[in-house]
């Protein structure tokens, strides 16, 4: 590894502050502590986990394995993972995506980067499982009738197989070819609370 000069230093601690003024905005907007204490959540949080880059292992594995290296968040060409700031527990350091503020599009960059096998690599973006992503029917306009969106199908990389439409451009989820990428998320018309969310199964700890 080449010694970091003095100005290899400062960018790398512009990137990281960079980094850490971002998730801190959308901690604060989700209400969570962005310095102090072990690291709250909010009912939705608690409802759809943590999202995780494609290829994390088991969440407890995860933990374990996590180098905190920041090396995934470096390779992110869209700039959705973000690294948990202190303050947020056993997560803290460790890779997130929030995919209503900024989606993963499954260029599986991250895990050929990871030194540790937090992300395992050589998945194919078929194989990714990072959630499921859920239709609200209730909230959706498509399905509860006061419009016909489609940009989630369209958003979908794979649609016709993981999401399809319906009448007004409904959206239906099919788990088994659903990767949790959250795509369909982010584009979600429905801005107070998305009519479609990815669940990850992961609690934060």
Known sequence: MKPLTRRGFGAALARGAVRLAGIGAVLHV??????????????ELRETGVLRPPGALPEEDFLARC??????????DTGCIRLLPPGSGRSTGTPVIFPWDRACNLCMACTEVCPSGAL????????????DAVVDERLCVSHNGTGAC??????????????????????????????????????CIVEDRRAIRVFSGRAWT
């Open 150 to 187: 489609g940009a989630c199908h369209t958003a979908c990389p794979f649609r016709g197989r993981a999401l399809t439409q319906g009448i007004r451009n409904a959206p239906t989820v099919h788990p088994d070819s659903c990767v949790g990428c959250g795509l369909c998320e982010e584009v």
């Open 67 to 76: 180098i905190r290296c920041e090396l995934c968040a470096d390779a992110c």
């Open 120 to 131: 395992k690599p050589g998945l194919d973006k078929h194989e990714v499982r990072m959630g």
């Open 30 to 43: 989700l209400g969570i502590p962005f310095r102090s204490g072990k690291a709250a959540t909010t009912p």
